[in-house]
């Protein structure tokens, strides 16, 4: 028996024989599920027979059971419509889902930990995008995450506070470090030992007062205070300047694990002056989850980025070091070691 559903889908997983569906979203779409020999007894309604939403919803809660026990995924599934005579579907598919990916982490242990590109090629741009999984064990008051050009007092950089602040903190300078747009959220609470996603895109490319950058950690949007945004447009700096994950100049040395490190220059992933849910569900999946970037982080956006640091689940910790995104090759330096977990468990 085949029926049309309006349904909100957070993550389908379908073999063939039963649509031959793979769906990973978290949007409303109308799908074919075709349940076969499931007993789903319809019940008589004006305009002729169809099954009850109490025997469908049934049906679906089996066949996710059935789902996950094959593909190690559940598929959720709200029924929020009607149905009504089923469409031929032999695929549906979109893109963004976890799919089964699995990635995995490391640990930056503090001082003289970190991951490190002496020279970045990228392009001086009014446009930043980036992605990234973390977590912390504890407190990292004023810890950077990320620096760009650390021997020069951060002409470009990123603090990443741990809990209880939840603390994101960016500086955007240009090459002559005259031009900036700084911004800081401390009102966010992170827990310990959780990993969060952080999804953002900047544009300095505006006037005084005008720019523009959102942030979502795991699926919030940030509120952002403590707003410097004097100077005319201007592009980012990032050629020819040091990037490195972890420790800083000033040996901070943040302590926090890492997964999935995606640094965009010249990229945007803003619409409208936000970064969309379908844009999102192509680093983080309706379940939580990483989404496997690709081979060179392209995926999301259909070009590499500059930097793209990860960790294939079950290779070595040093591994994290070789970027996969154009920008040059990292050295890694101090105690890195494979995490405990990873998010995508």
């Known amino acids: 028996m085949a029926i049309q559903l309006i349904a909100r889908v957070t ?28 007993n789903i007894g319809p019940v008589a309604v004006p305009g002729g027979n169809r099954p009850s939403t109490a025997n469908i919803a049934t049906a679906l809660n089996a066949l996710a059971t059935n789902l996950a026990a094959i593909f190690g995924n559940a598929a959720n599934l ?26 995995g982490a490391v640990h930056f242990a503090g001082a003289a930990s970190e991951v490190i590109c002496a020279a970045l090629t ?4 009014g446009v930043c995008s980036f992605a990234w999984w973390y977590q912390y064990a504890s407190d990292q008051n004023s810890t950077e995450l990320y620096t760009v050009d650390e021997a020069n007092l951060y002409l470009s950089g990123g603090e990443a506070e741990g809990p209880p602040q939840g603390n994101i903190k960016q500086f955007w300078f240009d ?18 030992n959780q990993w ?11 006037g005084a007062g005008s720019k523009i950058v959102a942030v979502y950690a795991d699926d919030t949007l940030l509120t952002f205070g403590n ?36 640094f965009a220059p010249n990229q945007s ?26 081979a060179t982080g392209s995926t999301p956006t259909g070009v590499a980025p500059a930097v793209f640091l990860r960790r294939a689940a079950g290779a070595a910790a040093s591994t994290f070091a070789t970027n996969l995104g154009t920008g040059g090759n990292f050295t890694g330096g101090g105690s890195i070691t494979n995490a405990a977990t990873s998010p995508s468990d």
Not at 11 to 38: H, K, N, Q, Y
Not at 95 to 103: E, I, K, Q, R, W
């Open 11 to 38: 993550a389908v997983f379908v073999p063939d024989g039963i649509g031959g569906m793979s769906v990973e979203s978290d949007r409303t779409l109308t799908l074919t599920v075709d349940f076969g020999g499931a």
């Open 78 to 103: 709200a029924i929020i419509g009607s149905w009504g005579p089923a469409v031929p579907v032999s695929s549906v598919n979109s893109g963004g889902g976890g799919g089964g990916y699995t990635t």
């Open 122 to 125: 990228a392009t001086d741009s």
């Open 175 to 192: 090459a002559t470090r005259a031009s900036s747009f700084n911004y800081s959220a401390s009102a966010e609470s992170f827990g310990f």
């Open 196 to 206: 969060h996603s952080i999804i953002g895109s900047v544009k300095t490319d505006l």
């Open 227 to 262: 707003v410097t945004d004097a100077s005319a447009a201007f592009n980012i700096a990032f050629n020819g300047l040091s990037f490195s994950v972890g420790d800083d100049s000033f040996g901070d040395g943040a302590v926090f694990d890492c997964a999935d490190f995606w």
């Open 269 to 294: 992933l803003l619409v409208a002056g936000d970064i969309p849910l379908a844009t999102r569900r192509k680093f983080r999946d309706g379940s939580g989850k990483p989404v496997n970037l690709g």
